[in-house]
């Protein structure tokens, strides 16, 4: 009995190792068969799977975009979109291959195409393992987004000051002051339409400006303008939420994110003293190194301000109030018989840029001589005429461009569109509709009246 007992054990001794060995091969070479067998079936999972994929891609895409303004995408989400990438080429090579082979997809594939299906079956199954592996990563816990660095300077729309001329003057002026350790508070004044807020997007724009301070708040100030507003353009500039915030939190919340910056503050067209205190923005010293620029029609704001330098933009000189006026018009003024009644209106401008640029745009292309001669008489006339202050008196003239509008419909149009605050961003769709229900446009005017708009912006 034990004998046979002991045969038997030594028949597993020897066969044991023999099984475990067979188990263990058996369980790739079965793998592979599953890659021919299952071909079909493993191909239609994967397009129901990876097409999850795809679309959870599509929403996390549309996330990202959603906040691209302010937020900057995380690593772990770019990783996981190129992985993601890394599957739609993989895919678009299996369906290749299968979109060849259809015989073998349906299950009729001779012997030499075995192979074929076995490589095949074998990369379905692996962008198998990727897919599932990429859904479960895709969640996400602490967000796609997260806040970007806040950019230095956000550059404005603006022309470069060529050399030698009155704004490139001012400018440089300006960055000199800038660069002034002596000079904290920079009041830039003149009239209105002389070229402050033009200046004043330059200086924002230079190169210098990027290396010298840590951050650049542009805010338009404009008359009428409440603490608030500055405070929500300043907060705004800085990524900050404080919408329900009374005022005195969000100045001490502003006051506690400028603290920690060398800044460069810009206000655009003050009408009044400010309390920069109560808005939350720390003194600028020469410890801190922050400095804040103002543009005003007012000396007298200036000195309010407390500016340690004051600088007076000039009207242009005949010569600069030429070149820029046939810029605006075009070459119709070299025309013989319109130069010197170009010259005379140029003259009229009293050397005003924004005198310049409006009454230039009414003018712009005309080649018909009597136009001009009556646009000059009309700007000559005691309707426009030249009184003491040259502030009013350009205004005076400016009325001209308005006088000069096609019908009454657009002047109505104009006026319409005046009645927005000053330095509103007016919604084009919102005005067009406006105007159409005032009766101003027709429905068949909406479309091209819309672009034309656009277009003057």
Known sequence: MFSNFDSMCSIMDFFGPIWAIGNCLWVPIKRRINYVKDLRGNFQILNKEVQYLYNRKADIECEINRDMVSKMVTNECKAWLEKVREVE?????????????????????????????????????????????????????????????LKAVEKLPS???????????????????????????????????????????????????????????????????????????????????????????????????????????????????????????????????????????????CNKMETNKEIKVEILSNEEAWKLFHEKVGGVVDFPGITQIARC????????????????GSLRNENDVRVWRNALKELSSAKYEIIDDIEDSVFNKLKFSYDQ???????????????????????????????????FITEGEKTWKRHKIKGMR
């Open 159 to 301: 022309s470069v000051a060529e050399g030698n001329t009155s704004t490139d003057r001012t400018v440089r002026k300006i960055l000199d002051c800038i660069k002034d350790d002596r000079v904290q508070k920079i009041g830039v004044w003149g009239m209105g339409g002389v070229g402050k807020t033009r200046v004043l997007k330059i200086v924002n724009n230079l190169p210098d400006i990027c290396q010298m301070f840590q951050i650049v708040i542009w805010v338009t100030v404009s008359s009428n303008c409440s603490l608030r507003k500055v405070q929500n353009e300043i907060a705004q500039r800085l990524s900050l939420n404080l919408a329900g915030e009374s005022d005195e939190r969000i100045a001490r919340k502003l006051w506690k994110h400028l603290e920690a910056k060398k800044y460069l503050l810009l206000l655009d067209d003050l009408w009044e003293r400010i309390d920069l205190e109560a808005v939350g923005v720390p003194n600028p010293s020469k410890e801190n190194g922050c400095k804040i620029v103002l543009t005003s029609r007012s000396l007298d704001v």
């Open 89 to 149: 080429i993989k895919m678009d090579v299996i369906e290749a291959e299968l979109k060849e082979n259809k015989k073998c997809l349906s299950g009729w594939c001779p012997w030499p195409n075995i192979c074929w299906r076995k490589k095949v079956g074998r990369c379905i199954v692996q962008v198998l393992d990727d897919v599932a592996r990429l859904k479960e990563e895709s969640e996400f816990g602490g967000g796609v987004v997260v806040d970007a660095p």
């Open 345 to 360: 209106v140029v003259d009229e401008c009293r050397g005003l840029p924004l005198a310049i640029l409006v009454i230039g």
């Open 405 to 439: 509008l096609s019908s009454e419909n657009v002047k109505n149009c104009f006026l319409y569109a005046a009645l927005y605050p000053e330095d509103f961003e007016i919604p084009v769709a919102e005005l067009i509709e406006h105007l159409l229900w005032e009766g």
